[in-house]
């Protein structure tokens, strides 16, 4: 945002700010920010505010029966930016794959569960569970535990095309949970409960994320730097500007107050759609698994900047 000229100013007003300055960050809000209630073009303004975590799991780099493949970006992926071909489609993006001279879409969960990457497909790390593996393409990044006790940190590369869906609802609408009971904790107990299910859960959602290996501090947002525990928020950027801070009032305590979008998600669409972001080990997952808030928005913003773009 430092390179556009309506944040210019606040973000060098910022730079001055002590980290330790409490009363200071107060004073630097209320006097450089303006606040904008975001709503849908409906009127809507109560949203769904979820959590996400980064992910522990304990894998392997070798194969092994039950073990299943954590993979690199497929090299014959195709991502069209439609863009080149459609300037009014700025943004806009389509994957799939060559058949012959035909571009056919990309392998679903399911093919890909069926061995279709076999011969394309390069396998970063073994997740000694399923469960484990899904779980982290959800969250878009986490650590694997091998068995030397050495941490690989994988973080989100691109994802096969194919639409999120929510397991979730797949199992309200089995009849297996109701709405009310759909938590990271309870679908996972259902799965538990059902192994011979396990994979027809899983396929419920088409859509498959591939990784790649991060070095360093992490796990990295979309913007490119490293997301912070109850500081770092998903949002969909065609309705929330990467970097503005966002104040969310929830029904829930843990995720009212002050956030900063810096990361999205493939089930993140949307005005009033929010994931926030916990951190690492058993208090993040617990906390993220198990939220389903419902909620407002507001956008903070320079003071001035709509008015100078026409909005009242």
């Not at 878009?140 to 609802?169: C, F, M, W």
């Not at 493939?266 to 993220?288: E, H, K, L, S």
Request: glycine share 10%; proline share 6%; charged share 25%.
């Amino acid at each position: 945002l430092g390179k556009r000229a309506e944040w210019q100013p606040v973000c060098e007003a910022a730079a001055t700010i002590a980290a330790d300055d409490a009363v200071a960050q107060q004073a630097f809000f209320e006097s450089r920010f303006a606040p904008w209630r975001i709503e849908t073009s409906e009127g809507e303004q109560t949203g769904l505010i979820t959590g996400y975590y980064e992910a522990l799991l304990p894998g392997s780099l070798s194969p092994a029966p039950g073990r299943v493949p954590l993979y690199a970006v497929p090299e014959d992926l195709l991502v069209v930016d439609l863009a080149t071909l459609y300037p009014e489609l700025k943004g806009q993006r389509v994957r799939g794959r060559l058949d012959g001279r035909t571009v056919k879409p990309y392998w679903s969960r399911a093919d890909i569960a069926a061995g279709q990457l076999n011969d394309k497909g390069r396998v970063l790390a073994w997740a000694d569970s399923a469960m484990d593996a899904f779980v982290l393409e959800i969250q878009g990044s986490g650590r694997v535990q091998l068995e030397d006790g050495t941490l690989l940190r994988l973080g989100y590369a691109d994802q096969n095309g194919h639409p999120y869906r929510a397991i979730g609802k797949w199992l309200v609408e089995q009849g297996e949970l109701t709405r009310e009971e759909v938590t990271m904790q309870r679908i996972r107990a259902w799965a538990e409960a059902h192994p011979e299910r396990l994979q027809e859960l899983l396929n419920a959602n088409p859509s498959a994320v591939f990784f790649r290996v991060l070095e360093g501090d992490g796990p990295l947002g979309s913007i490119g730097v490293p997301v912070r525990a109850e500081s770092s928020v998903a949002v969909d950027p065609k309705f929330v500007p990467y970097g503005a801070p966002v104040f969310l009032s929830t029904d829930r305590e843990e995720p009212r107050g002050l956030w900063v979008a810096q990361d999205t998600g493939g089930a993140i669409r949307g005005a009033n759609r929010f994931d926030t972001f916990w951190g690492a080990g058993a208090r993040a997952r617990d906390v993220a698994g198990g939220m389903s808030a419902r909620g407002q928005a507001t956008l903070l913003l320079p003071r001035g900047t709509l008015e100078r773009l026409g909005v009242e």
